[in-house]
């Protein structure tokens, strides 16, 4: 079955960095956008960015575009989600996704926590 774990998540400062991994078994990772999401307290669950199966193509929300980088390495069927300058807005719990054959599929989420 599709599995999907993240991990790396902690309490961080204002200004520091944090990075995120995604590890996923049960499907054909190399072939699947992935996706990181993530949801405040209060909030609702939010687009990070995505990144294509073959890497050559990424996208992020406006708030963490030039902060964060997403990759992947399909050789190890995991993603990963490089934050950096991290802000207090950026607290929330972070998940990754895959959505195949049109079912959404979600990890368990982390907890990324900025504050001084």
């Known amino acids: 079955q599709v599995q999907l774990v993240e991990s790396g998540g902690g309490l961080v400062q204002p200004g520091g960095s944090l990075r995120l991994s995604c590890a996923t078994s049960?499907?054909?990772?190399?072939?699947?956008?992935m996706r990181w999401y993530r949801q405040a307290p209060g909030k609702e669950r939010e687009l990070v960015g995505s990144i294509n199966g073959v890497s050559t193509v990424t996208s992020y929300a406006d708030s963490v575009k030039g902060r964060f980088t997403i990759s992947r390495d399909n050789g190890k069927n995991t993603m990963n989600l490089q934050m950096n300058s991290l802000k207090p807005e950026d607290t929330a719990v972070y998940y990754c996704n895959t959505r195949i054959l049109e079912t959404n599929y979600w990890g368990q989420g982390t907890q990324v926590t900025v504050s001084s």
């Open positions: 049960g499907f054909t990772f190399s072939i699947y956008t």
